[in-house]
């Protein structure tokens, strides 16, 4: 980037301090919030609002921009809560097969019980 500092930019919808400004596409942009971003939003990201408005429409908005200001550190927490998240679910998913595994085992002796019980009324007719 070639500007570092604070620059009006025209902004379409809400906008809370502190949003990512994203690009449209179309000269403008919208207000992500840093929890709802993805790292898609965060790497198109022109930089991060200085003020809020609750007007809906297009209106000018200073925003932060230059390294660090857009994704930044953000990515990298946005990095670290997503490798927990992983680590968690593959957590659960171990939990998930552990008790799969019991289930296979106890569906085997059911079978088991089942056909012992089969056999022994087929004896008694």
Do not use: C, Y
């Amino acid at each position: 980037m070639a500007f570092a500092g604070q620059l009006p930019v025209w902004v379409k919808g809400k906008v809370n301090e502190g949003d990512l400004i994203v690009a449209n596409g179309d000269g403008t942009g919208r207000a992500i919030s840093r929890g709802a971003a993805t790292l898609a939003d965060a790497q198109k990201a022109m930089g991060t609002a200085w003020a809020s408005s609750t007007d809906a429409g297009l209106k000018r908005v200073h925003v932060a921009v230059g390294l660090g200001l857009a994704g930044g550190s953000w990515e990298h927490e946005k990095i670290k809560q997503l490798e927990r998240e992983n680590a968690e679910i593959k957590k659960e998913n171990a939990v998930i097969k552990q008790a799969n595994t019991v289930i296979k085992l106890e569906n085997t002796e059911i079978k088991e019980r089942l056909d012992q019980i089969e056999k022994a009324m087929a004896r008694g007719k």
